[in-house]
């Protein structure tokens, strides 16, 4: 079963790089185009909320307001400008933002500080997959079973995740591991450490690198993640890769929070 699963994943990593996808050539632009988007901007600049039914003005004796809101959510509105003004923002911020934004949010973001990912738990949701229906089935694959890569039906589901830094690197030099709910099991080791971010030299990103012997050599050890931290929260935005002949692919978008930032 294991030899099936990474054959498939071969051959659809192999489809995305004979196409072209790499990330030279990738273009934020298309992303624009998905039907979520373009229901996003059919939407009236003033509020996407318009469309929802209108609160009535007064209900017996009691008055109430009309419900509306007023310009760009948070997080998009921290994408062009890089102020929070004071916000405290959380996973579901970063999961209604438009995909559009992503790079500007992770460019305005800060360089995370290592010591917060020692011996602590981060929650985590997948906010947008590359690379359309092959990037949809890459991603298949990595959480589910070779009949849900020919379904898809595990798409849909596995996009939360955990991950679990470790207090301190263990004698594999592994830092932490991720824990999958939909399959209740921790997979997939990982190191830490702080370089230079992947497509901007001039930013530090913190890197998990799945490139660690007890991963698989072909499925995961090529994978890397960075991630920026969103100012004054426990936020942060990430980027997966998947090294292929020196040609890193931007993967999927990201974003993990620290488990138990309400205490």
């Not at 009535?56 to 760009?72: A, I, L, N």
């Not at 039906?153 to 939909?182: C, H």
């Amino acid at each position: 079963m294991m030899i099936r699963k990474n054959i498939a994943i071969i051959g659809v990593i192999l489809i995305m790089f004979i196409a072209g996808f790499h990330i030279g050539s990738y273009d934020h632009s298309d992303e624009g185009k998905t039907s979520e988007i373009e229901t996003r901007e059919s939407c009236s600049s003033k509020s996407r909320f318009d469309a929802l039914p209108a609160v009535p003005e007064e209900t017996g004796t009691v008055q109430v307001s009309s419900f509306s809101y007023e310009g760009k959510l948070p997080m998009d509105d921290f994408a062009e400008s890089g102020d929070t003004t004071g916000r405290v923002f959380h996973l579901w911020d970063l999961a209604s933002a438009k995909p559009e934004n992503f790079d500007k949010i992770f460019d305005k973001s800060l360089d995370p500080d290592i010591t917060k990912f020692r011996g602590v738990n981060y929650q985590g949701i997948v906010l947008s997959v590359n690379y359309l229906a092959a990037g949809n089935l890459m991603f298949t694959m990595y959480t589910g079973n070779v009949i849900d890569f020919l379904t898809g039906t595990m798409f849909s589901q596995a996009l939360t995740f955990q991950k679990r830094f470790y207090q301190q690197d263990n004698d594999k030099g592994e830092s932490g591991i991720n824990y999958w709910p939909v399959h209740a099991e921790e997979a997939m080791h990982m190191k830490i450490y702080m370089s230079p971010s992947i497509q901007d030299a001039t930013i530090q990103s913190l890197k998990i690198d799945y490139d660690v012997s007890s991963n698989n050599r072909i499925t995961h050890r090529p994978l890397i993640d960075e991630v920026r931290q969103i100012p004054g929260s426990d936020l942060y935005i990430g980027k997966m890769y998947y090294r292929l002949a020196d040609s890193p692919m931007l993967f999927l978008w990201f974003a993990i929070e620290l488990e138990n930032y309400s205490s």
